[in-house]
């Protein structure tokens, strides 16, 4: 549901990693980048929107926003990572996290 909802806001190279076994903190990562900080908030405003709505599922926390070069939000089993595409190259989760699965959303 969040690679869809990011999906919709027209999000780029959407990656989910399976986190599983890697940390205690979640099952999956969601990443996906953007194009402006404009764009990364009106993703991270679509993936509340239509989990809050469409699941009642509320995130527990968000970080990033007023900033909008990386936002957070952690859903528990999945924490969502929306980057300005700048930002994704730099901190380049999918390196740092080499062991994760890593599957590419096909919409």
Request: net charge negative; glycine share 6%.
């Amino acid at each position: 549901m969040i690679a869809a909802a990011a999906a919709e806001k027209k999000a780029r190279d959407i990656v989910l990693m399976k986190m599983v076994d890697l940390t205690p903190a979640t099952d999956y990562f969601v990443v996906c980048s953007a194009g402006s900080t404009t764009q990364v908030r009106a993703i991270a405003d679509s993936i509340e929107e239509k989990l809050q709505e469409d699941e009642g599922i509320g995130f527990m926390h968000k970080e990033g926003y007023r900033e909008g070069e990386w936002v957070l939000m952690d859903y528990g089993d999945c924490v969502a990572h929306i980057f300005l595409q700048d930002s994704r190259e730099y901190y380049s989760l999918e390196t740092l996290w080499g062991d994760a699965e890593l599957t590419a959303y096909e919409d």
